[in-house]
């Protein structure tokens, strides 16, 4: 009964449903319990070691032979400036004296790596069903390598323009990225944020412009969302925040109870955290040092200088300075296990296309 299974049959899954890898929230539990109840669980790798990406895939081959998918970064290392750096260390450096750290104590390094050969190397090894990219795709030596495992190739798109660029890579499905979407805008061609599109007008036309299946995402929390997005032409969806929710989740209580209580207008795009836009539920260091900074290092190396305030904030039950990251619709989530949330979207998506069918099949009366 779904419209179009061209995503569920390229990737071998039962529920046209991906949930969103985001970086640091998410683990092997619930890319598991995902992929166990029909849907494609991502395992993001962006944050993890070698070690560490080894043991998550390791344990993801012991406890489920369904499909998965891994997730990476494909972002360009940016050369350091120091400059910029101390310049974003002294905006910041109140904050420090408030909370009784030393402004001028060395910082750890940004935690966010881009795809490179040791990656690729545990890809080939374990040899994943699909392979998702963020911030475009990796050099062309290493996609041909991943391609040449198996695994289905897959990657974000904000625009028509970024579309069609990852189709002519040879892309085996997109992602459209609303604007609603949480976490880090996967923009690779442009850096304008404000002619970013919303979910429900670009999906409709990344469909029109690419012949490959369509992957929405942004916004989408519920069955109703999944059903809007395969009317606008979408063969499946990609889910985050609603995710979240779910204990499998690895956030801080001080993120979870952020989400909890969040609304429609309490999130915002800022480079305040990383160095690229994100979207996330606004607080202190949101208000006071962005949305978006022109000091802000380059991704990832803004984080660096606020991570210690992080840390220190959070130890005293604060979150004014952590990335609280979440899409528009965070107060559609609700608090349910990764895999009973995955099953009862399925079946919820399916009574309502059932609904819409009988209702355009009976005669007008």
Not at 139 to 164: C, F, H, P, Q, W
């Amino acid at each position: 009964m779904w419209p179009d299974r061209r995503v569920q049959d390229l990737f071998g899954i039962e529920l046209p449903i991906l949930q969103a890898p985001m970086a640091g929230s998410v683990g092997s539990e619930m890319a598991i319990a995902v992929s166990e109840a029909g849907g494609l669980g991502s395992l993001p790798c962006a944050m993890l070691n070698p070690e560490q990406m080894r043991n998550e895939l390791g344990i993801i081959r012991q406890r489920t032979s369904r499909p998965i998918n891994l997730n990476f970064f494909c972002h360009q290392s940016p050369h350091a400036d120091p400059a910029r750096e101390d310049a974003w260390k002294q905006r910041l450096a109140n904050y420090y004296v408030e909370l009784g750290l030393d402004p001028q104590a060395p910082v750890p390094a940004g935690a966010r790596a881009p795809f490179d050969g040791t990656m690729c190397d545990l890809v080939e090894e374990f040899a994943p069903e699909v392979a998702s990219f963020h911030f475009g795709l990796p050099e062309s030596a290493l996609l041909e390598r991943v391609r040449a495992t198996g695994a289905k190739i897959i990657s974000s798109a904000t625009t028509v323009d970024e579309a069609r660029w990852l189709e002519s890579q040879g892309c085996d499905a997109i992602i459209a990225q609303g604007y609603e979407a949480g976490g880090h805008r996967g923009m690779f061609l442009t850096e304008d944020i404000s002619t970013q599109a919303g979910t429900i007008a670009l999906v409709p036309q990344v469909v029109d412009a690419v012949r490959v299946p369509v992957i929405a995402a942004g916004g989408i929390g519920d069955a109703r969302g999944i059903v809007a997005a395969l009317v606008l032409g979408a063969s499946a969806v990609q889910i985050g925040t609603a995710y979240l929710f779910c204990p499998e989740a690895k956030v801080s209580p001080l993120h979870r109870d952020a989400l909890k209580r969040a609304k429609d207008n309490d999130t915002v795009l800022t480079n305040v955290f990383t160095g690229r836009p994100a979207r996330g539920i606004v607080n202190r260091i949101v208000r006071e040092v962005g949305p978006m900074s022109e000091l802000a290092p380059l991704f990832p190396l803004a984080s660096a200088a606020v991570t210690p305030l992080r840390t220190k904030a959070e130890t005293v039950g604060s979150g004014d300075f952590s990335p609280l990251w979440s899409g528009q619709a965070a107060a559609l989530g609700r608090d349910v296990a990764a895999g009973e949330l995955t099953h009862q979207l399925g079946i919820n998506a399916l009574a309502i296309l059932s609904r819409l069918a009988s209702s355009i099949g009976s005669p007008s009366t």
